[in-house]
């Protein structure tokens, strides 16, 4: 059985290590269950595939309308968390992990949580969603906003137009702003 346990910064994030079972075939893991996150219904389930050459930078993104669950198929990456919400016990956290081949985990990112990630190697990042996507719920912030700090550990990263152009954290207005509960 896997082991879930809170992420030891971000209140809420929840990191959930697998079980691998491996021969010369290759590998098997459970990677989710809704059981394992019971604080949301999982009514509206959607499944994104999400493929990047090294070195691609995706992100900052929010919702406030849907969870985030990420796993990663091949590949390393490196996933990058900030706590948006006000009043959040850890509002203004930033934290990043690195999952993937050597590290087999997935990571439970509950709503106000800006993520994104970077790519250590080519990866596949597989994520599940508690709402269908609509576009009316996507948000930015800047990926190199000074202010979060983020410590992507690259230094030329490849980013889409949209993740280039989101604004700063102080730039973003009270209202778009998620808010803890």
Known sequence: MPQIKES???QGVQLVTFDAF???RGRFMETFRREWF???SWDKIQSNCSKSKAGVLRGLHYHFQQVDYWTVASGTIRAALYDMRVGSPTQGVAQTVDVGDENLMGIFIPIGVAHGFVTLSD???IYIVDNYYTGS???GVAWDDPDIA???G???PVVSSRDATNPRLNDISEE???KFS
Request: glycine fraction near 4%; avoid cysteine; hydrophobic fraction near 40%.
């Open 38 to 40: 019971p604080q949301r």
């Open 22 to 24: 491996g021969d010369d």
């Open 150 to 152: 983020m410590p992507w």
């Open 154 to 156: 690259v230094d030329d």
């Open 137 to 139: 719920d996507e948000f």
């Open 8 to 10: 030891n910064l971000i």
């Open 176 to 178: 778009i702003m998620p």
């Open 123 to 125: 990866a596949t990042l």
